[in-house]
């Protein structure tokens, strides 16, 4: 029985130079990438709660990012005016803490690495991020303070006024429980003041409400804001 060929028809436009099988699997891979970095985002980082919450663009951004350097590695032309468009779009998503920037870059890496069927330097990126996310977890964890994982963020805000006549008293409760305790930065204008500070354990654990009590009951009747990161 003869074999009859199908060929592509002139109006659907130029037939792309990779096979579907090969688009396929890539596609896959991208998507497997980005279910592993979801997963690590949310072992190793959502616990914080102090980001953007940006891994809940992971799904969709791996594949679509794929999809975006398979289309246009095979046209120069393409690729430069899609390089052109993009410079009018601003994305405006706020990243909270430089940490997320880490995981979405990886993100972006291993898309790239499945749009040019490099899967194996796939595989190298993912060993060697979970290699020092497992790391920088037991080095916090043991409490290595000098090399500065796992540190916690607490910025304290209150009155000028208050803050110029409770310092001390302040920086006493603060000293006395919390572990590990450096001054970020302090910040003052004529109506407000505040202390940022980062510490690796507190007396208190995460009962923050009762932390706020004790503090205030130090510094009143001064009036406080928190801030826990």
């Excluded at 398979?70 to 005016?81: F, N, V």
């Excluded at 291993?110 to 790391?135: D, K, R």
């Amino acid at each position: 029985m003869p074999i009859v060929m199908i060929e592509w028809p002139d109006w659907l436009g130029p037939r792309s130079e990779i096979q579907f099988d090969e688009y396929l699997l890539a596609m896959l891979v991208s998507l497997a990438a980005s279910v592993v970095a979801y997963a690590l985002y949310i072992a190793f980082y959502r616990d914080w709660q102090r980001g953007a919450g940006i891994h809940r663009v992971f799904l969709l951004a791996g594949p679509a990012i794929t999809l975006l350097f398979i289309a246009i590695q095979w046209s120069l032309p393409l690729s430069l005016g899609l390089l052109g468009a993009l410079s009018f779009v601003r994305f405006r998503t706020p990243i909270k803490d430089p940490a997320e920037i880490g995981y979405l870059l990886v993100v972006i890496a291993s898309s790239i690495g499945a749009a040019t069927y490099n899967y194996e330097l796939i595989g190298i990126l993912f060993a060697i991020v979970a290699f020092v996310l497992v790391a920088q977890r037991l080095f916090a964890g043991a409490g290595l303070g000098g090399l500065g994982l796992g540190a916690r963020d607490l910025i304290i805000t209150m009155p000028a006024d208050d803050y110029a006549q409770h310092e001390a008293a302040l920086l006493d409760f603060l000293q006395s429980n919390l572990s590990s305790l450096k001054t970020a930065s302090v910040t003052q204008n004529a109506a407000t003041a505040s202390l940022h500070i980062t510490f690796r354990r507190s007396r208190f654990q995460d009962r923050w409400a009762e932390f706020r009590q004790e503090l205030e009951s130090a510094v009143a009747p001064a009036s406080v804001e928190l801030y826990v990161g």
